[in-house]
């Protein structure tokens, strides 16, 4: 079965530091990917999305994420984070495989921002 | 914009009543999706629908059942809340042979 793992539960930054949140996937193939935020109280946002081609996507707000398939990995980073990126972040993975359109999501990286 | 909306933001029910969490989507996708998120756990699918009347269990789907009469609605219904179900509940939608999720506001409901 595929799955997907945040191995960071909880990130702390520095407002205009750089970002790096990371996503690692099991799945014999290469699957759709995704990265997703929730700011506090409210529902889930697609910041940015994978199925194929250019291996580095750039999403809304200023994030990209660089899909490594050696890595198996699809991580999330922005430049210069601001204060109103704080929020969680979950990363997602989706395959015709899976049947019906389905995602699987991580279990979410939960990011702060300090002054 | 696709809009998803969700019937409460936040619901307090007593253990053993019966529970109703409606959604509606105004794109005309064919799937809706009902997931419970709780901290440290993600996102876990309940049910998904990919069509009127059709549905699907996901990976939690005990203690609760869908319905779907129409295209744009899908309730999620409690039959008989019990205080493990206190959870945030967040339903989300996607065009048949699309990955995309659009995502409701989320209902924290509260069982006591």
């Known amino acids: 079965a595929q799955s997907v793992t945040q191995p960071d539960i909880h990130i702390t930054v520095s407002e205009g530091a750089s970002l790096e949140l990371r996503c690692n996937y099991s799945?014999?193939?290469?699957?759709?990917l995704f990265w997703y935020v929730q700011s506090p109280g409210q529902g889930l946002q697609l910041l940015l999305k994978?199925?194929?081609?250019?291996?580095l996507v750039q999403g809304i707000k200023g994030f990209e994420a660089e899909f490594k398939r050696s890595q198996s990995s699809f991580n999330l980073r922005k430049p210069s984070v601001h204060w109103s990126d704080a929020a969680e972040y979950f990363c997602?993975?989706?395959?015709?495989?899976?049947?019906?359109?389905?995602?699987?999501f991580g279990t979410g990286t939960r990011l702060t921002i300090i002054p | 914009d696709v809009k998803v909306t969700q019937s409460s933001r936040y619901l307090v029910k007593r253990t053993g009543e019966k529970v109703f969490l409606e959604c509606v989507q105004d794109?005309?996708?064919?799937?809706m999706f009902w997931y419970r998120q709780d901290p440290g756990l993600g996102l876990r699918l309940i049910y998904f629908?990919?069509?009127?009347?059709?549905?699907e269990k996901g990976d939690i789907p005990e203690g609760y059942s869908v319905s779907r009469e129409k295209k744009e609605r899908f309730s999620l219904i409690l039959e008989s809340a019990s205080t493990n179900q206190t959870s945030m509940y967040l339903c989300?939608?996607?065009?048949?042979?699309?990955?995309?999720?659009?995502f409701g506001p989320g209902t924290r409901l509260t069982v006591t």
């Open positions: 794109m005309d996708h064919e799937n």
């Open positions: 994978y199925f194929s081609g250019d291996t």
């Open positions: 799945y014999g193939a290469t699957p759709y």
């Open positions: 629908s990919y069509d009127v009347k059709m549905k």
């Open positions: 997602a993975v989706g395959h015709p495989n899976f049947g019906n359109e389905k995602l699987t």
């Open positions: 989300a939608s996607s065009l048949q042979g699309r990955y995309e999720q659009y």
